[in-house]
């Protein structure tokens, strides 16, 4: 049971591209008056996700209570930042009532929830419940398990969990560790997919998690929060594929971050970008960029092949045209070849 004089927290965690920060954008839209703060957590040097939730203007959620941690991932940085990013938003002059934190796509969901034990906050604050978002779009086309069978008749033989597939490790931790899992992207699959997708997800989670499926996130908050689970008394039965690492260091992960001139159009760079995506093993792709003659910075996020782009909004008078994209994928990435057929 949650205490009553405990600051509730939410954890939301997903892979890459999954549609975390869209969820927690239709929290905040949807928020009914309660009192609620994030943390933002990426991997990569650039706070995007930051950026879009400050730029919807919510007023339940003042910029002041959207903290950004952009120094690594937040399951390695626990003790140095999130605490404190905690412990500062628990003692602001009108705590938040609830509390969502958005953890990097690469992020394990365990440590953090650990963290929850800590002397320090244990008293403090506790986990409502952890909710997993997924890509039902890229699970359907495979991106997880090359063959999901073979995965789950090895499972069958080998309680162990160990497919040395990074992408599919970190998937599973995330979805081993939740409370409430949202399948997203739901436009982007057949019902046949969607079939699919469900049953393999179940084969992962224990039978007591819901899956809810949706587009674009949107499920109310009513669901989503309030779960009441102290997710941290339960950490023990959270099993996950890197128990047995003493520290876990996104050795299989790297990100850099490209400089933008300004474009001409939207176009010319979307396909730049399309163009490197289908080239290059790119997971993801993330940026704000300047269109010359344009009042508005234009949004750019692309998941795998799939590139998104719209203008956020106008760039401030006062505010430097920062345009770059971050750019995220396995070990080994062609930064060079990805640098120079974007800038070309
Ligand atoms: N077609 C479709 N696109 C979606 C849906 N949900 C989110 N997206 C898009 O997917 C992209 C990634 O969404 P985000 O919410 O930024 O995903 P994220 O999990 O926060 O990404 P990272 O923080 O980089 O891991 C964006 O372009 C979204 O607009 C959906 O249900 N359908």
Same mark, same amino acid.
């Given at each position: %049971? /949650?205490s009553? /004089?405990?600051?509730?927290?939410?954890?939301?965690t997903?892979f890459?591209?999954?549609?975390?920060?869209?969820?927690?954008r @239709? &929290?905040?839209?949807?928020?009914?008056? =309660? *009192?609620?703060?994030?943390?933002?957590?990426?991997f990569?040097?650039v706070?995007?996700?930051?950026e879009?939730?400050?730029?919807c203007?919510i007023?339940?959620c003042?910029e002041?209570?959207?903290?950004?941690?952009?120094?690594? #991932?937040i #399951?390695? /940085?626990?003790?140095?930042?999130f605490?404190?990013a905690l412990?500062?938003?628990?003692d602001?002059?009108? $705590?938040?009532e609830?509390i &969502?934190?958005?953890?990097s796509?690469?992020?394990?969901p365990k440590?953090?929830v650990?963290?929850?034990n800590?002397?320090?906050?244990?008293?403090? !604050?506790?986990?409502?419940?952890?909710?997993?978002?997924? +890509?039902?779009?890229?699970v359907?086309?495979g991106?997880?398990a090359?063959? $999901?069978d073979a995965?789950s =008749?090895r499972?069958?033989?080998? &309680?162990s969990? +160990?497919h040395?597939?990074p992408?599919?490790e970190?998937?599973?931790?995330?979805?081993l560790c939740?409370?409430?899992?949202?399948?997203?992207?739901?436009?982007? %699959?057949?019902s046949?997919?969607r079939?699919? !997708?469900?049953?393999?997800?179940?084969?992962?989670?224990s039978?007591?998690?819901?899956?809810?499926? !949706?587009e @674009? #996130? =949107?499920v109310?908050?009513k669901v989503?929060?309030g779960l009441g689970?102290a997710t941290?008394?339960? !950490?023990?039965? *959270?099993v996950?594929?890197?128990?047995n690492e003493?520290?876990?260091?996104?050795d299989?992960?790297?990100?850099?971050?490209? +400089?933008?001139?300004?474009?001409?159009t939207?176009?010319?760079l979307?396909q730049?970008?399309?163009?490197?995506?289908?080239k290059h093993?790119i997971l =993801?792709?993330?940026?704000?960029?300047?269109?010359? +003659?344009k009042? %508005?910075?234009?949004?750019i996020?692309g998941v795998?092949?799939?590139?998104q @782009?719209?203008?956020d909004?106008?760039w401030h008078?006062?505010?430097?045209?920062?345009?770059r994209?971050? &750019?995220?994928g396995q070990?080994?990435l062609?930064?060079?070849a990805?640098?120079?057929?974007?800038l070309?």
């Amino acid at each position: %049971m /949650t205490s009553l /004089t405990k600051v509730p927290c939410t954890i939301v965690t997903g892979f890459l591209g999954a549609g975390k920060t869209t969820l927690v954008r @239709h &929290v905040l839209e949807n928020a009914g008056g =309660r *009192r609620l703060a994030v943390i933002v957590n990426e991997f990569g040097d650039v706070g995007i996700d930051g950026e879009i939730l400050k730029s919807c203007g919510i007023e339940s959620c003042p910029e002041d209570r959207i903290v950004e941690l952009s120094n690594g #991932c937040i #399951c390695c /940085t626990v003790a140095d930042d999130f605490v404190p990013a905690l412990k500062r938003l628990l003692d602001h002059p009108a $705590p938040p009532e609830h509390i &969502v934190i958005e953890t990097s796509g690469l992020a394990l969901p365990k440590p953090l929830v650990q963290a929850f034990n800590w002397p320090e906050i244990a008293s403090r !604050v506790t986990v409502d419940g952890v909710v997993a978002v997924v +890509d039902g779009a890229a699970v359907a086309a495979g991106r997880f398990a090359d063959d $999901p069978d073979a995965v789950s =008749r090895r499972r069958a033989e080998d &309680v162990s969990l +160990d497919h040395e597939n990074p992408l599919e490790e970190v998937y599973e931790d995330q979805l081993l560790c939740a409370d409430l899992v949202v399948l997203n992207k739901a436009d982007l %699959m057949s019902s046949e997919e969607r079939g699919r !997708v469900i049953s393999e997800i179940g084969r992962v989670v224990s039978g007591s998690v819901k899956i809810v499926e !949706v587009e @674009h #996130c =949107r499920v109310s908050p009513k669901v989503l929060l309030g779960l009441g689970v102290a997710t941290e008394s339960d !950490v023990a039965n *959270r099993v996950s594929h890197h128990d047995n690492e003493a520290e876990h260091d996104h050795d299989d992960f790297e990100s850099f971050v490209i +400089d933008l001139r300004g474009f001409e159009t939207p176009q010319i760079l979307i396909q730049k970008i399309a163009e490197a995506a289908a080239k290059h093993d790119i997971l =993801r792709v993330k940026g704000f960029a300047e269109i010359l +003659d344009k009042p %508005m910075r234009l949004l750019i996020q692309g998941v795998g092949s799939r590139i998104q @782009h719209r203008f956020d909004r106008a760039w401030h008078k006062d505010e430097e045209r920062l345009s770059r994209l971050v &750019v995220i994928g396995q070990k080994g990435l062609d930064a060079k070849a990805i640098r120079n057929l974007i800038l070309g």
